[in-house]
Structure formats: structure tokens, C-alpha cells
């Protein structure tokens, strides 16, 4: 399966855009780019997927680099809500399905 | 929107004892997917199913079974419980693993938080 990486913690403005990366350099040209976040040990929470054009929804845009090998979620203005562990994960689209979570990115939301 | 509903919501169990886990999955999806995730741990997979089979298996002891029912609703049952076992365990439920539905997200209920003393 293709690893992600992404900083382990990062802040962010009130009321600015959040720009969180993740790199997924050697992800397959059948694997989705998935972000979820979980906040204090609730169920992770979907936020957005793509295969490699920009999605946008009413949570977050996300933008795939043209060669695939990163990614970067936006949260338009962030709210003290925002303040999660946001997670970027591979997915194929195929065979084996499963979500395999790794080493998030603590994002807090600074008043 | 109806979402994944799990239970109970805590659960707290000596050791050796057997433990149940109920996942009630979003209506009309058919897969379920049970993770455990330990203190200060990123949520591990440890088994799914899809249409009442086994579709998936990941790091789940063999202490630990799990089925889904007609009604697409799944247990995770657990035996012989270790104190390690204490941790949060969530269900998540998609559309099935068809071509047409192959990126349907998972979506994830709010947990067990089960406490082996």
C-alpha cells in the first residue's frame, strides 16, 4: 500500500484558510487520496476524497497535484472546531478496500 | 441524516471475560469495517465483511470473531480478555465493495470504549 506523510502537528489561524499537506510520492494510478480527521477520540469524521482532479465540498476543497504525489486539504476559515487530527490516506479502489490510518497531523485552531 | 450507531458506548470487563460489540451499519450500506484504536494510537483495521462474508482481515486476534447478520448489522465478539485489549473500537459501514461503489467512504460510528480491569 502507498504511505502518506504529513507534519505531526501544525497551527492555524481563526477565521484564516488552513492549508494541510500530505505526500503520497509512490501512490498508484488506482488509489484514491482520502482525508478524515477525528476530534478527541470520536469516530473519524469523512471529509473529502479525489483521484486527481480538485474536489470541492461543503467541508473543504482538496487539491491533487497534477503528478499525484501530494495533496493539500483546505479548510476555507477555520474554526476552533476545526482543532483535530487530520489524516490523509490511500485508498484503492479496488481488492483490498480497507482504510489504513497512519501518523496524522495534530492541527490547532488558534483563536 | 442516520449515521452508524454502536453498542454499548462504554463497557468495562475483568479479564478472561467475553465481550459483545454491536454495530448497527447506515441504512442501505453492506459493508461493515471494525477498527480498534489503543491510547494515544492512529486507529488500527481489524476486520471487514460484505454481504454477510468476510472481505477483509487485518491485525484481529484470534481471540476476537466477528460476523454480520441478514440484516447487515455486525458483532465483534471477544474472548478471553487481555488488559491490552482496553481501547476504543469503531464501525464503519460503506456501499459495497462493487466496481460502481469502490470509493463509497466509510463513514464511522462514535465507538465502544471497552475497559479490561
Known amino acids: 500500500d502507498a504511505k502518506t506523510t504529513q507534519p505531526t502537528s501544525m497551527d492555524c489561524a481563526e477565521g484564516r484558510a488552513a492549508n494541510l499537506p500530505c505526500n503520497h510520492s509512490?501512490?498508484?494510478?488506482?488509489?484514491?487520496v482520502y482525508w478524515y480527521r477525528q476530534i478527541h477520540s470520536q469516530g473519524p469524521q469523512y471529509i473529502i476524497h479525489?483521484?486527481?482532479n480538485n474536489e470541492t465540498n461543503e467541508m473543504a476543497s482538496l487539491i491533487i497535484t497534477e503528478d499525484r504525489k501530494s495533496s493539500t486539504l483546505i479548510l476555507p476559515h477555520a474554526t476552533l472546531r476545526d482543532t483535530a487530527v487530520y489524516y490523509c490516506?490511500?485508498?484503492?479502489?479496488?481488492?483490498?478496500?480497507?482504510?489504513?490510518f497512519g501518523k496524522g497531523n495534530q492541527v490547532v485552531v488558534i483563536p | 441524516a442516520a449515521g452508524v450507531i454502536q453498542s454499548p458506548r462504554h463497557l468495562i470487563k475483568e479479564k478472561r471475560e467475553t465481550a459483545t460489540l454491536k454495530c448497527y451499519p447506515i441504512p442501505r450500506h453492506d459493508t461493515v469495517y471494525w477498527y480498534q484504536q489503543g491510547p494515544g494510537q492512529d486507529p488500527q483495521f481489524l476486520i471487514s465483511?460484505?454481504?454477510?462474508?468476510?472481505?477483509d482481515k487485518g491485525s484481529i486476534p484470534d481471540r476476537f470473531s466477528a460476523q454480520q447478520f441478514s440484516d447487515y448489522h455486525s458483532e465483534l465478539n471477544m474472548s478471553s480478555l487481555e488488559l491490552g485489549d482496553s481501547a476504543l473500537y469503531f464501525c464503519?459501514?460503506?456501499?459495497?465493495?462493487?466496481?460502481?461503489?469502490?470509493?463509497?467512504?466509510?463513514?464511522f460510528g462514535n465507538g465502544t470504549r471497552l475497559t479490561v480491569t
Open positions: 479525489g483521484l486527481k
Open positions: 490516506i490511500v485508498r484503492p479502489s479496488y481488492g483490498n478496500n480497507r482504510l489504513a
Open positions: 464503519a459501514s460503506s456501499l459495497g465493495l462493487s466496481r460502481g461503489n469502490a470509493n463509497s467512504p466509510l463513514h
Open positions: 509512490t501512490i498508484s494510478g488506482n488509489e484514491y
Open positions: 465483511f460484505y454481504e454477510k462474508m468476510q472481505s
